[in-house]
Nanobody, 123 residues
Framework: QVQLVESGGGLVQAGGSLRLSCAASGRTFSNYAMGWFRQAPGKERAFVAAISWSEISYYADSVKGRFTISRDNAKNTVSLKMNSLKPEDTAVYYC?????????????????WGQGTQVTVSS
C-alpha cells in the first residue's frame, strides 16, 4: 500500500503561481512512477504530468511550458509547480502512484491516489 497526501492548493489570480506537494508513505517510493491529474466540475479526471523514479517527466499539452513536476526520492515527495495559471486550470488536483517506470497518462493505470487538493484560478 502507498498512502498519498496532497497539499498546497488554494485561490490564486490568473497569471499567478502555486506549488502543490504530495507526500508518500508505505512502499519504497523510488519504485513508483508518480503522476498529477485534475478534475474540473462536470469533467472527467485528466492527466497533467508524470515523472519516473529517474526523473524523466511528461506533460499534457495544456500545461507544457507552464507546469513543472519534480520529485525528491529521499523525502518521498513529488511536487507540481504551476506558473502562469489560467481560469481553466481550476480543478481538484490529485497525486497518483503506479508501480514501475512507465509514464502512464490514463487514470486507470495508477494504483494509488491522494484525496485531492482544490486549485481555483480567478480571472
Amino acid at each position: 500500500q502507498v498512502q498519498l497526501v496532497e497539499s498546497g492548493g488554494g485561490l490564486v489570480q490568473a497569471g499567478g503561481s502555486l506549488r502543490l506537494s504530495c507526500a508518500a508513505s508505505g512502499r519504497t517510493f523510488s519504485n513508483y512512477a508518480m503522476g498529477w491529474f485534475r478534475q474540473a466540475p462536470g469533467k472527467e479526471r485528466a492527466f497533467v504530468a508524470a515523472i519516473s523514479w529517474s526523473e524523466i517527466s511528461y506533460y499534457a499539452d495544456s500545461v507544457k511550458g507552464r507546469f513543472t513536476i519534480s520529485r525528491d526520492n529521499a523525502k518521498n515527495t513529488v511536487s507540481l509547480k504551476m506558473n502562469s495559471l489560467k481560469p481553466e486550470d481550476t480543478a481538484v488536483y490529485y497525486c497518483a502512484a503506479r508501480a514501475g517506470s512507465y509514464l502512464a497518462t490514463g487514470s486507470y493505470e495508477y494504483d494509488y491516489w491522494g484525496q485531492g487538493t482544490q486549485v481555483t484560478v480567478s480571472s
